[in-house]
């Protein structure tokens, strides 16, 4: 599907949730002087703060926490899966899992049930109402693309896109090396998986 019928799905969505079309085009977010050793961590802080924001803002009006949409990705791409297994594949804690769980199960999109190895676990699997949620997601996630890459090259965004992931590798090397082995839960690990 394109990225221009996925605008267009989306142009009947309630203005007020959109992200504003006269935001300013740079942060609003100063870089203070005890940061100026740290300009690359710096930037990443204000991107991810306005990416999370605009997500947020783009998955209001489909009923969903910053997060969720990426459970029910899962779900919908490997099927039924353990509660704890969603957990390890989105970095998340088990008791963030465990809160949206339960918002997505109370909103009708997934349901659990027992899982029949092992009396302690729990199966999540996705509802056939949540199919009509894919689609709506996918538009969405076309969205936030757009906005994250509008105006960039097809060649700037695989050079972003590389550039993020050795960041990642980077980090994710350094978590690794922490004294308990793995990283820290965010500050705000609701919005993880909220």
Do not use: Y
Request: with cysteine.
């Amino acid at each position: 599907m394109s990225r221009t019928t996925n605008r267009s799905r989306t142009t009947d969505r309630d203005a007020h949730s959109r992200p504003s079309a006269t935001a300013p085009a740079t942060s609003s977010v100063p870089v203070p002087a005890a940061a100026q050793a740290g300009p690359v961590s710096h930037a990443i802080f204000r991107v991810a703060r306005l990416h999370r924001m605009i997500a947020g803002q783009l998955l209001r009006p489909l009923g969903l926490h910053l997060g969720q949409e990426l459970v029910m990705m899962h779900l919908w791409e490997l099927g039924p899966q353990r509660q704890t297994d969603l957990v390890r594949l989105l970095d998340s804690d088990a008791a963030t899992m465990t809160r949206s769980i339960k918002r997505l199960e109370n909103a009708g999109f997934v349901r659990r049930r027992p899982c029949p190895d092992d009396k302690r676990a729990v199966i999540i699997e996705p509802t056939a109402a949540s199919q009509a949620l894919r689609r709506e997601v996918e538009s969405v996630w076309a969205e936030l693309e757009d906005a994250s890459t509008a105006g960039q090259t097809p060649d700037q965004q695989a050079e972003a896109l590389n550039a993020l992931r050795r960041i990642e590798d980077s980090l994710a090397r350094t978590a690794a090396r922490s004294p308990e082995g793995a990283p820290a839960p965010a500050a705000d690990a609701d919005t993880t998986a909220g």
